[in-house]
């Protein structure tokens, strides 16, 4: 069979059409089923990967077989550019996918660590005791992993906090319970990174505690919780009644020891001065009622919602501090091809301590991907003007 007949097979239209339909299914199976089912079943897979294999070879025989067939440098060079930046983006995903990494590392405040925890790493170990392949492990099973870590870590708790192991444990519910286990074990679930991070402070910020306003119209199940502002204006739902809040400085103070409220009946109004519920138990004291039909309480939320978990490293190199960074939710730390994240938080009722998870992730394909989507930008945007050029010596 001659280069020909095979370049033209591989760069076919049909065949183009049928990957691209496969891919778009496949991409609509995995958002129908768990996260982490779609990642290691379908988008980590040999058979995924094969298929955009063989898209972007049909990709390159497009490329090679278009180029005879246009006489324009500049319709080469997009046509060239175009479906280069897709095969740019596939080869980015490529190169994370095999030499990218994805852990975790939790610090307890003023430890420092060297290593992280690698999925694949530590998800290989686990299924390696995994005897009957169901992504548990029974208690048989974790009985026969004790036995074999306790004899290298005798004089340690391998767990970090009581839970029922006659029962089937999945990984991660492992690799969050582990305490103790010996250098051996590191070795085979742990990867090292070129820096150490100490976690010099864990902060967990809360939202201002709100002043809020009870409603409840007497006789009937209309109950409502308003937020209290100063001039802010309220409709009781279902009434004709509304709510005014009087004027105060909630600069200098964000939660009044009395508020005046007005509430309004059509054109007529009762102002009445509301002061602070303390104590739950005195909410009758507290208690306003207008037009004999309408109660209202002035109260403060007793807990507000958490804003945001800060975690506040230090960055050591050769037993030297070379950064100090705070690491939020989307703000991640980045250094040295490492992006760390906030994740999670984790309270220990034996040590009564609060550890912080930190999410860790290693892509060197990532700026490949990068410049793929900023070539495919830019070869589309300037189809236009080619296409009006085209169009203009047609015309001439």
Same mark, same amino acid.
């Given at each position: 069979?001659?280069?020909? @007949?095979?370049?033209?097979?591989?760069?076919?239209?049909?065949?183009?059409?049928?990957?691209?339909?496969? #891919?778009?299914?496949? !991409?609509?199976?995995?958002?129908?089923?768990?996260?982490?089912?779609?990642?290691?079943?379908?988008?980590?897979?040999?058979?995924?990967?094969?298929?955009?294999?063989?898209? !972007? #070879?049909?990709?390159? !025989? !497009?490329?090679?077989?278009?180029?005879?067939?246009?006489?324009?440098?500049?319709?080469?060079?997009?046509?060239?550019?175009?479906?280069?930046?897709?095969?740019?983006?596939?080869?980015?995903?490529?190169?994370?996918?095999?030499?990218?990494?994805?852990?975790?590392?939790?610090?307890?405040?003023?430890?420092?660590?060297?290593?992280?925890?690698?999925?694949?790493?530590?998800?290989?170990?686990?299924?390696?005791?995994?005897?009957?392949?169901?992504?548990?492990?029974?208690?048989?099973?974790?009985?026969?992993?004790?036995?074999?870590?306790?004899?290298?870590?005798?004089?340690?708790?391998?767990?970090?906090?009581?839970?029922?192991?006659?029962?089937?444990?999945?990984?991660?519910?492992?690799?969050?319970?582990?305490?103790?286990?010996?250098?051996?074990?590191?070795?085979?679930?742990?990867?090292? #990174?070129?820096?150490?991070?100490?976690?010099?402070?864990?902060?967990?910020?809360?939202?201002?505690?709100?002043?809020?306003?009870?409603?409840?119209?007497?006789?009937?199940?209309?109950?409502?919780?308003?937020?209290?502002?100063?001039?802010?204006?309220?409709?009781?739902?279902?009434?004709?009644?509304?709510?005014?809040?009087?004027?105060?400085?909630?600069?200098?103070?964000?939660?009044?020891?009395? @508020?005046?409220?007005?509430?309004?009946?059509?054109?007529?109004?009762?102002?009445?001065?509301?002061?602070?519920?303390?104590?739950?138990?005195?909410?009758?004291?507290?208690?306003?009622?207008?037009?004999?039909?309408?109660?209202?309480?002035?109260?403060?939320?007793?807990?507000?919602?958490?804003?945001?978990?800060?975690?506040?490293?230090?960055?050591?190199?050769?037993?030297?501090?070379?950064?100090?960074?705070?690491?939020?939710?989307?703000?991640?730390?980045?250094?040295?091809?490492?992006?760390?994240?906030?994740?999670?938080?984790?309270?220990?009722?034996?040590?009564?301590?609060?550890?912080?998870?930190?999410?860790?992730?290693?892509?060197?394909?990532?700026?490949?991907?990068?410049?793929?989507?900023?070539?495919?930008?830019?070869?589309?945007?300037?189809?236009?003007?080619?296409?009006?050029?085209?169009?203009?010596? @047609?015309?001439?």
């Amino acid at each position: 069979m001659s280069f020909s @007949i095979i370049l033209n097979r591989l760069a076919s239209l049909k065949l183009t059409l049928l990957l691209l339909f496969v #891919l778009i299914c496949i !991409c609509i199976a995995g958002t129908l089923v768990h996260y982490q089912y779609a990642l290691d079943e379908i988008f980590y897979s040999f058979w995924f990967w094969s298929v955009v294999g063989i898209f !972007c #070879l049909n990709l390159l !025989c !497009c490329v090679v077989k278009s180029l005879s067939r246009r006489k324009k440098w500049y319709d080469k060079m997009l046509f060239v550019i175009l479906h280069a930046s897709i095969l740019i983006i596939f080869a980015g995903a490529f190169v994370g996918r095999i030499w990218g990494m994805d852990g975790e590392i939790s610090l307890y405040e003023k430890e420092k660590k060297s290593a992280f925890w690698e999925e694949r790493k530590s998800k290989s170990y686990f299924q390696k005791w995994d005897k009957n392949l169901d992504g548990f492990w029974d208690h048989v099973e974790v009985l026969l992993w004790e036995k074999t870590i306790q004899q290298q870590t005798s004089k340690y708790n391998v767990w970090q906090y009581d839970f029922d192991k006659n029962r089937r444990i999945s990984y991660k519910e492992w690799m969050y319970g582990i305490e103790n286990i010996s250098q051996e074990v590191r070795k085979d679930i742990e990867t090292p #990174l070129p820096f150490s991070i100490l976690l010099e402070k864990f902060i967990t910020e809360y939202h201002p505690e709100r002043p809020r306003l009870f409603v409840k119209v007497q006789n009937s199940k209309i109950e409502e919780s308003f937020e209290v502002k100063p001039g802010g204006v309220y409709s009781i739902p279902f009434t004709s009644y509304q709510v005014q809040i009087g004027l105060y400085d909630s600069q200098k103070e964000s939660v009044p020891g009395s @508020i005046q409220v007005t509430v309004l009946k059509s054109k007529e109004k009762q102002t009445q001065t509301l002061p602070l519920l303390h104590n739950p138990g005195q909410a009758h004291f507290a208690e306003k009622t207008f037009w004999d039909n309408v109660s209202l309480i002035y109260y403060k939320e007793e807990e507000s919602q958490v804003k945001a978990w800060k975690s506040i490293v230090e960055i050591i190199e050769n037993e030297q501090t070379i950064k100090k960074a705070e690491i939020v939710v989307n703000q991640p730390l980045y250094h040295k091809g490492f992006e760390v994240f906030q994740a999670s938080y984790f309270t220990d009722t034996k040590q009564n301590r609060t550890k912080s998870g930190l999410h860790v992730v290693y892509d060197p394909g990532i700026i490949l991907v990068y410049l793929g989507f900023s070539l495919l930008s830019i070869s589309l945007l300037l189809q236009f003007f080619v296409a009006h050029i085209l169009k203009k010596e @047609i015309h001439e």
